[in-house]
């Protein structure tokens, strides 16, 4: 429930004219009123987090070895880092992300776009 109330947040933040001090006072006295107020610590905690994937790039690599390649490929999609996190989930391939572009070249993707033409 707290990423549903960060996403929020972080989209009235993205309108033009957004008065920051009122949206936290809106938001305080909804989570007051619906006896919520408890959960402003884990939506600000959401907040920081979704903030900083929209501004922090990042490479995913299911394999060590295939880090190197990974990490040319996302440059040339233009999305540049330094280091690439190793994901098992992935099964081979890369998958790059930065704001909310994401460029999958993973066995994941290959095995879910498969999945989704048999069962469709």
Known sequence: ???????????LLK?????????V?????HLEATGKLKMLP??????????????????????????DQALKEAAKAGIHTEHAHINPSLIHGWRARQGSTLVDHSGKRALIDLYRRITA
């Open 15 to 23: 309108e033009p004219h957004a008065d920051e001090a009122k949206i």
């Open 1 to 11: 429930m707290e990423k549903a109330y960060a996403q929020a947040i972080q989209k």
């Open 42 to 67: 884990r939506i600000n905690r959401e907040l920081k987090t979704l903030l900083a994937r929209e501004l922090k790039p990042s490479v995913e690599v299911a394999h060590r070895s295939e880090a």
């Open 25 to 29: 006072k809106n938001l305080v006295s």
